[in-house]
């Protein structure tokens, strides 16, 4: 599909700088953040469906570990590009 978008002068040159094909890079970006968007909406889901119920702390530890280590992941891959 073809899609037109407008960027900043300033954020165009860059992904130009970064990539030779700037079509990929977004597609991977913007795949990227539906992803950690799904990611978070499930999350919150689950922590609606506790309600007013306390949640272990060691499992709210492990959740927030693993949101760190996705961002931080997600941001890697990008920065190899």
Do not use: C, W
């Amino acid at each position: 599909m073809r899609i037109t978008v407008r960027l900043s002068d300033d954020l165009g040159e860059d992904v130009k700088r970064r990539t030779d094909n700037v079509s990929r890079y977004v597609e991977e970006a913007l795949t990227e953040k539906i992803r950690r968007e799904e990611r978070r909406r499930a999350r919150q889901e689950i922590l609606d469906m506790a309600g007013d119920e306390s949640v272990d702390p060691a499992l709210h530890d492990q959740n927030q570990q693993m949101r760190r280590t996705e961002d931080r992941h997600g941001a890697a891959q990008f920065a190899k590009q």
